[in-house]
Every structure is written in structure tokens, then in C-alpha cells.
């Protein structure tokens, strides 16, 4: 399909496991987004790729918290040792070129995350 | 720090009359702001934008209006409609400072037939 793509659209883990969590962003778009939603809370900037730039990590909550971008397009969100807090929708987002002025991320689905 | 806040978590309309959803910021060096609404089980998706240095942009049933004296935004959404029903989040974005774009906790709005 032409839009973002995320797996796995469901994770459910034990306490202290590790995940990885798969964004495939629109083809051509050079910056990609990771968000998460908790419960009732509203969309938390996570970390930022903007091309070849240093990504922008400053909204990871933790250590435990990584991700890469391979090759400037397929992302994968790492979460070491979860925790019960990082319950939540995890959501990918890309975007053409930011200098753009009318910026528009265009968002998957989402990867409901369960830590148990 | 919350640089943008939708300070009111649900909003109920009747269909047809006006809806109104507001949003507050803080940083003076965002150069533009949007707004993206969000069904249940999907990604959000864009709605409509504005720049700094308007104060005002219409796309058919949706205005969004700026004042930046205030650090206010607003989304009037007329005539409302059920189909309007979701989560509605403002977002905004300082490309001075960086690309990542900033969003505020949202209003679920509910449009009653």
C-alpha cells in the first residue's frame, strides 16, 4: 500500500522482555516520527529522523528506549526491559522534507503495546 | 513543559450547530500549526493548517483561526455533523528549532444527531 505501515499492529509481553516494534514509512518521505499514546493521554513526541541528520532522541523517556532508521527508510522503535508504563499505542509518522511549509505527517496505525 | 494544550478533553455538539475546538501555546517561535483528527484504532490524520503569519484559513466546513497576540488557536467545524465524531489534537511546529511537531492532548468531540 501507498501509506505508513506498522507491525505488529498487536504486542503483548512479560515484564523486562525486550520488543521491537517496525515502522515502513511512504516511499520518498525523508523524515519519519515515532509518537505514543497512553491511556487517556495525548500524542508524546518520542524521537525524530530527519535525513541523514542526527535523529532528535530528546522526547525518549529512557535508556531503555532506541531507534534506528536503516537506510533512510525502515524504522525500528526498541524498547529494552519493559516496563508495565510503556503500555501504550505506539505511532509512526512520515512526512516529505520538514523545510516544507505546509508539513503534514501522515500516521499508521499504530502498535498497541501491552506489557503485562 | 506542555507547549500546547487543549485544556477542555471532550465536547459534546448537537448536529448542525457549530463546533469549537480550542488550543493554547506557548513558544512565540512556532511558524505553523495544524490540526489532525483521530478515529479509534487509527493513526490521526491531517485536517487543516495555518501558518504564523495568517490568522485565518477556511477548507469547507473547517476555519481555523490564529491569534497570536494570545498564543490561541481555534478549529470551528460548521454545520457539525456525526461523522465528525472523534479525537481532535492541535499540533504545532518551530522550524527554527527543529522539525519535530508538538501536539497538544486532544478534545474528543461528539456530535449528537
Known amino acids: 500500500g501507498a501509506g505508513v505501515s506498522q507491525s505488529p499492529s498487536n504486542k503483548v509481553t512479560e515484564k523486562g522482555k525486550d520488543v521491537e516494534l517496525r515502522c515502513d514509512p511512504i516511499s520518498g518521505h525523508t523524515a519519519l516520527y515515532w509518537y505514543r499514546q497512553s491511556l487517556g493521554q495525548g500524542l508524546e513526541f518520542l524521537i525524530y529522523?530527519?535525513?541523514?541528520?542526527?535523529?532528535?532522541k530528546s522526547g525518549l523517556p529512557s535508556d531503555r528506549f532506541s531507534a534506528e532508521r536503516t537506510g533512510g527508510s525502515v524504522s525500528t522503535l526498541t524498547i529494552q526491559r519493559t516496563q508495565q508504563e510503556d503500555s501504550a499505542v505506539y505511532l509512526c509518522a512520515s512526512s516529505w522534507d520538514v523545510t516544507h511549509l505546509n508539513e503534514k505527517l501522515f500516521f499508521g496505525s499504530g502498535t498497541q503495546l501491552s506489557v503485562l | 513543559d506542555q507547549q500546547v494544550k487543549q485544556n477542555s478533553p471532550s465536547l459534546s455538539v448537537q448536529e448542525g450547530r457549530i463546533s469549537i475546538l480550542n488550543c493554547d501555546y506557548t513558544n512565540s517561535m512556532f511558524d505553523y500549526f495544524l490540526w489532525y483528527k483521530k478515529y479509534p484504532a487509527e493513526g490521526p490524520t491531517f485536517l487543516i493548517s495555518i501558518s504564523s503569519i495568517k490568522d485565518k484559513n477556511e477548507d469547507g466546513r473547517f476555519t481555523v483561526f490564529l491569534n497570536k497576540s494570545a498564543k490561541h488557536l481555534s478549529l470551528h467545524i460548521v454545520p457539525s455533523q456525526p461523522g465528525d465524531s472523534a479525537v481532535y489534537f492541535c499540533a504545532a511546529i518551530s522550524f527554527n528549532q527543529g522539525g519535530k511537531l508538538i501536539f497538544g492532548q486532544g478534545t474528543e468531540l461528539s456530535v449528537k444527531p
Open positions: 529522523f530527519q535525513g541523514n541528520s542526527a535523529p532528535d
